[in-house]
């Protein structure tokens, strides 16, 4: 909605803009024209020019430029403005209001960062950053998994798949646990660029050494690419065209990146990524808090949890939530989901007041049956 606000902002001042462009352009080409006239009129007799300028000195002053100028000028600074307060009120410049003071694991943050910029192709930052944090020891593994895992994105960026076909072999037995076809794509594409190349036995060879082995599982991908073979050196036009457009070797660059960080340890997504992501996310809502928490800076910084809901795309959620019915709470470690003998579900502490300490029975607020607290078990999320 606020994004709206200052785009609809934007477009007036774009507008008022343009029409203020558009009316000093259509007066400057008055003013041209008179002048063009007066200069038409000394050429022909030099003697009465004190005359001619004299007329035009006066047309000048009925055409009033300024005064013409002045209103479409007025409001586009009006505009501009009104944008200036916009964009004032949608993006607070001081962030840190939400900050609050936690203690980090410096060595484990250093590290996300350097893998970030290792991951991201950016070495010679990341060997800056490592050298600075002075992480030297535990850098070294890190930037020359990744130098080899960019080196064979190079080589597909040039259609060779060597690379990344002697990392498949060395890594089958990974690739296969992980449930991966990665292998079985590889060799189909360099099947494919062999026919290209017009090389029909050739392609028909490689088949028989690197495909066969798919032919239980895959036996319909094979059949298509057996089908291949009748267009030979012309595939670009034939009915598979398809399989070799460039958005294919992006997904399998891609499939290849996802597997090399899965076997790694890592995730396909930058963690520092993610969390920043996040945050852009979860930045508004907390500055419109502590706005009004203003006074209570020292109340925010020992909150054991966030006050106001914060919520999030799908892709940020990595784990269960659970929200109390009766306090309307999220569970904590010190405050977790418990089952009922009846099937639902309440936080301990819930659990706890309504039976008095654990020394009463109580009804349970979904069903009529009646809970012991004793016979509650906890839930692990």
């Known amino acids: 909605m606020e994004l709206n606000s200052i785009k ?64 479409t000028q007025k409001e586009l600074n009006i505009a501009l403005s009104k944008y200036a307060k916009v964009i004032e009120k949608s993006f607070n410049p001081d962030i840190a209001k939400a900050y609050r003071n936690i203690e980090f694991d410096v060595h484990t943050v250093n590290q996300i960062i350097a893998i970030h910029f290792y991951r991201q192709g950016f070495f010679d930052i990341g060997d800056c950053f490592i050298s600075e944090a002075r992480e030297l020891e535990s850098a070294a593994s890190i930037k020359s998994s990744f130098l080899e895992m960019f080196q064979i994105l190079e080589a597909m960026k040039h259609w060779n798949l060597e690379p990344a076909l002697n990392w498949a072999a060395n890594n089958s037995d990974k690739l296969k646990q ?114 009004v928490m203003a006074g209570k800076k020292q109340e925010w910084q020992t909150m054991k949890q966030l ?39 309440l936080c301990k502490q819930s659990i706890m007041k309504m039976s008095k300490n654990s020394t009463k029975s109580f009804k349970c607020p979904y069903c009529p049956s009646d809970v012991e607290a004793t016979k509650c078990r906890q839930l692990y999320l």
């Open 307 to 345: 006050p106001v809901p914060v919520e999030l795309d799908k892709e940020f959620q990595f784990h269960s939530v659970f929200v109390c019915p009766v306090s309307k709470e999220q569970s904590t470690d010190d405050n977790p989901p418990m089952l009922m003998p009846c099937g639902h579900v």
């Open 178 to 291: 992980n449930g991966s076809d990665l292998v079985l794509r590889l060799h189909s594409m360099q099947f494919l660029e062999i026919l290209k190349k017009g090389s029909r036995n050739e392609a028909l060879k490689y088949a028989r050494n690197h495909l066969t082995p798919f032919s239980s599982d895959h036996m319909a991908e094979l059949q298509k690419l057996m089908a291949c073979l009748l267009f030979t050196g012309r595939l670009d036009s034939s009915p598979y065209s398809a399989l070799i457009s460039p958005t294919n070797w992006e997904k399998l660059a891609e499939e290849l990146s996802k597997q090399f960080c899965n076997i790694l340890g890592y995730s396909f997504e930058s963690p520092l990524s993610v969390t920043i992501a996040a945050g852009v996310q979860g930045l508004p809502p907390l500055l419109k808090f502590m706005n």
């Open 8 to 71: 609809d902002a934007f477009d007036r001042v774009a507008k008022k803009q343009k029409l203020s462009c558009s009316k000093s352009q259509e007066v400057i080409d008055q003013i041209i024209q008179e002048i063009e006239k007066a200069l038409g009129k000394i050429q022909p007799s030099l003697s009465d020019y004190k005359h001619v300028l004299s007329d035009l000195r006066t047309t000048l002053k009925d055409i009033a430029p300024l005064s013409q100028l002045e209103g």
